[in-house]
């Protein structure tokens, strides 16, 4: 018996287009798994378990009757809180859009019907993205499948945790300034951040314009590249959205897993984000893994990004900044909480100030003012036309290694995940923990985090982070399906198969001779 | 510390329309002073001939053809308002009234 909940999304698909499997079969087996563990997991915030049934029996109606349909229809999928689904609350993990049902699809989450996947619900993330962590979230926090006393990174923990503990074998996140790689990192799990562009933000709620990217979260590389294939490409909804033909991710992490794929290929590892306050077993992990690379027949060199240690300080000026901005929208007006004062005249400036209080959290508050603050009359060149230059440098620093290399390799955190509430109190050190992932959002260019191996000091998750110039994913995934191919091979297993188990095993004695 | 006071950061909320209380002020102005502090190292290198980014991959005058589309009904738009009135949204008063 094989655990339909275990295969990667391209094996399902394979399943469901030769009729061994139907997708109710496969959608039930990841719902029961969820009603199983997601009570104290807490991927998700939303299940909608009865709409999924309904619309893989449609699929499944339909390959009856002879449709051919793409590689993940009848494929479950989990989404991100932050994408607005015209079917299932859209909170982005705040208060105050608790159980607003957007009137509208966004673009991504169309073109995921469209392609016959099967959205199983919504899932947890810091308010508004903001955090590393999901302990912002005000639906309280997502745990790691590996260590329930710790953090599954953020801001889509729950995205990242849905796929790391089986509960579904893909799933859609946002990355601004990591959170779809760093949660890919701390759970074993793969995610990727498409450049800037390649992948449509039309409703995805806004966190900061200039750096929000959504992108694939899965168990495997080729998973993650059948999924960017699907919600890529031009949309007309998004004025910032990329008009330039894309080639198949698919197709190039297929080509990854031929004889010689690494060989000859240029890989730069970036000297400022190694070494000095980086987790000994992190380190470890991503030299035993260049070593691999080179015995494979890449060209590993080190490369130097002197601006890369002011991307954080400019990130946390332009972010809060542009978010400010953005969720100045939550005015108790058109959607979402209104609450009025509790005392004194009720004006419309006073109900939104109330509402506002009441809906955001402290670090949304915090984020909002130190924004308002960059951007007040006075500090505006100090602070975020100054952040805005470091933006132009660490393109430079960029530019000029793609000049020598073509790809580049660092570990995706600096450290494995840590314990709630270690890094709450203190907002600046959760903020460094993102500068392995920052600059690739400053720059717009495409980042993936796959497993590199466990740290041995805890047993935990460690992810290699792969850079390329912007519009080259495609790279990405042919290094990434390559390495993957080589860790595995080394290991003898795959990373998340080390994981602990979550649930009783009678959970799965309904599916036994479904295969 | 980069002198960030109380009175600072309740103009800040002001402008921001959040009402904070006392202790989110007293909290938000240390918070606000570190940050401050810490992220004060752009100006180290962001020197008069580096020029601004305010964007990854620079796009202008991106226009669509002037064309009517499908959008959103009347009742869509609503449908997630805290109080209409008919097909308008209804919101408290603009002026302050005696």
Redesign the interface.
């Known amino acids: 018996m094989t655990d339909l909940i275990k295969l990667s999304a391209a094996d399902l698909g394979g399943l469901l287009a030769n009729g061994s499997v139907s997708s109710v079969e496969v959608t039930r087996a990841h719902l029961d798994h969820i009603a199983a563990v997601d009570t104290d997991l807490h991927a998700f915030l939303h299940v909608a378990a009865d709409a999924a049934l309904a619309t893989a029996d449609r699929v499944d109606a339909r390959r009856a009757a002879g449709e051919q349909l793409g590689l993940l229809a009848g494929v479950p999928i989990a989404i991100k809180d932050v994408l607005a689904t015209r079917d299932m609350p859209s909170t982005a993990g705040s208060k105050i859009l608790e159980g607003?049902?957007?009137?509208?699809d966004a673009t991504v989450v169309k073109r995921l019907r469209d392609a016959h996947l099967i959205p199983l619900g919504k899932t947890n993330m810091d308010e508004f993205a903001m955090g590393s962590s999901t302990e912002h979230s005000a639906y309280g926090p997502t745990r790691n499948p590996w260590d329930q006393e710790r953090i599954p990174g953020g801001s889509g923990g729950g995205s990242a945790a849905a796929v790391a503990a089986f509960e579904a074998p893909l799933a859609l996140g946002s990355d601004t300034g990591g959170s779809i790689r760093q949660p890919a990192a701390v759970t074993g799990s793969v995610g990727v951040k498409p450049?800037?562009?390649g992948v449509s933000r039309y409703g995805a709620i806004a966190l900061a314009s200039?750096?929000d990217q959504v992108g694939p979260v899965s168990r495997t590389v080729y998973d993650a590249a059948l999924l960017h294939d699907v919600i890529g490409g031009h949309d007309?909804l998004d004025?910032?959205s990329?008009t330039d033909p894309w080639p198949s991710m698919a197709a190039a992490a297929r080509a990854g897993l031929a004889d010689g794929a690494l060989t000859g290929l240029r890989i730069g590892v970036v000297k400022e984000l190694n070494g000095e306050g980086f987790q000994a077993g992190v380190t470890q992990r991503f030299t035993e893994t260049l070593a691999l690379l080179a015995a494979a027949g890449a060209e590993i060199s080190e490369v130097s990004a002197p601006?890369f240690e002011?991307s954080v300080?400019?990130y946390?000026?332009i972010l809060p900044a542009e978010a400010?901005s953005n969720l100045?929208r939550f005015?108790?007006?058109?959607?979402?909480?209104?609450e009025?004062?509790t005392d004194g005249?009720?004006?419309?400036?006073?109900?939104?100030?109330?509402t506002?209080?009441a809906g955001?959290g402290?670090e949304v508050?915090?984020r909002?003012?130190?924004g308002?603050?960059a951007l007040?009359t006075g500090y505006y060149d100090?602070?975020y036309?100054?952040?805005?230059?470091?933006?132009?440098?660490i393109?430079r620093d960029f530019d000029a290694a793609f000049e020598k290399v073509d790809l580049l390799v660092s570990p995706s955190a600096p450290t494995t995940a840590f314990k709630f509430g270690e890094k709450l109190a203190d907002?600046?050190a959760m903020?460094l923990n993102d500068i392995t992932t920052i600059p690739a959002?400053?720059?717009?260019?495409p980042g993936m985090s796959l497993p590199m191996g466990l740290a041995p000091e805890d047993g935990l998750p460690v992810g290699l982070q792969v850079m390329a110039p912007?519009k080259q994913d495609a790279r990405l995934y042919t290094f990434g399906a390559a390495v993957e191919q080589l860790l595995e091979a080394h290991w003898g297993h795959t990373l998340l198969s080390r994981a602990p188990a979550l649930a009783p095993v009678e959970m799965f004695a309904s599916e036994e001779g479904v295969i | 510390m980069s002198g960030i006071t109380a009175e600072q950061v309740a103009h800040l909320a002001s402008l921001a329309r959040i009402d904070l209380s006392p202790e989110e002020i007293a909290s938000l102005t240390i918070d606000l002073g570190q940050i401050v502090e810490s992220v004060k190292k752009v100006q180290e290198v962001a020197t008069p001939d580096v020029p601004a980014t305010s964007h990854p991959m620079p796009l202008t005058n991106v226009f669509r053809d002037d064309i009517v589309v499908p959008s959103l009904t009347v009742e869509q738009a609503l449908s997630g308002a805290p109080d209409r009135d008919g097909d308008k949204f209804r919101v408290p008063p603009i002026l302050e009234e005696d």
């Open positions: 607003w049902i957007p009137p509208y450049t800037y562009g200039s750096l007309p004025s910032t990329l601006n002011y300080a400019a946390y000026l400010s100045a005015d108790s007006v058109r959607f979402g909480l209104r009025n004062p005249p009720v004006t419309i400036e006073r109900v939104m100030a109330a506002r209080d955001f402290p508050k915090r909002i003012i130190l308002t603050y007040s100090a602070y036309g100054s952040a805005q230059k470091v933006r132009t440098l393109q907002p600046m903020y959002n400053l720059a717009g260019i912007a």
